[in-house]
């Protein structure tokens, strides 16, 4: 039996500074090591445990449990090497949980089978696995290097194009790589992030960031609830503030259609999760925010 053991690589990794700084952890049964795992997620994942790591030392403080889950159920224990962060959760998963009860809403007399109701319990792995606090200059990607070692040609040909000059024009190009973690089938190589234009295939397909799909559901909700302007105000926050007087206490759609106008003009953008790319002879899934492996158990 082959064991992936990344506790003490990815214990130094971790770092908490600001107030609410988190890391999130899943335990997954997956239904490519043989499980038959019933009710699946699409990606055919079903989740043994989350835990949000909120302080120094709580990964080696919950060390022995993980191990034992991953034995007892064949799973695999993930991370994200992201901080994430609660007061941005928070919000995530109130804007999440509004989404998918205005869609379960819409949905009740339709067929559920092609259009399935959304699990409100999802909501909090939702804002979890979505929210990514990391601080721009400590952001990281993942690099998924299959069939390999760490000497292997694939691992230095991606290393030397993650290291040349001007790959982030912040970072120096012998700080490019933050680490080499060891997966089931190769190497996960973290960096931090570059300018994937060169890499990214053509005809990619600009669509709305997940922060404006959110967005768009509540305000939505708001105008259909009559939901006072000071109250959704506090809860926007950041924002764009809505002018409340005594003849419009309540959102309407022609706020909605500025709002979103607005926000468009600022922020909208591509929202990629991922990419391939390739180097040379090798091609490889680059990944903005994707879980890295911290135990597994696998056949040699």
Known sequence: MKI???????????????????????ILLRAKDGNDVRKKHNNGDRTIREILLNHEGHLEELRDE???????FNARAYIRLNRRNYAAIG????????????????????????DPQRNPFRAMSTACGKVNSEPRATTTWLIDLDDCTFDSPIVKAFEAEIMKPGMNMKIAPEDMIVAKIPSRTGIHLIVHPFNAANYIEE????????????????????????????TLNTFLRGEEQIEESDDHPYL???????????YRKVNDKIDIAGFNMTVGEFTAGVHKDNPTILYAEAEE
């Open 66 to 72: 993980i191990i034992k889950l991953c034995h007892e």
């Open 203 to 230: 005809g990619v397909v600009a669509c709305p960031t997940e922060e404006f799909r959110m967005m768009h559901a509540v305000l939505q909700w708001a105008v259909v609830n009559k939901v006072p302007i000071a």
């Open 4 to 26: 992936i053991d990344n506790f003490e690589q990815i214990s130094k990794l971790l770092h908490f500074e600001r107030t609410g700084d988190c890391y999130y952890l899943e």
């Open 91 to 114: 919000w995530h998963y109130v804007r999440e949980f509004i989404y998918r009860a205005k869609e379960n809403d819409t949905k009740q007399f339709e067929h559920h089978q092609q």
């Open 252 to 262: 309407t759609d022609e706020d909605v259609y500025v709002m979103e106008k607005n």
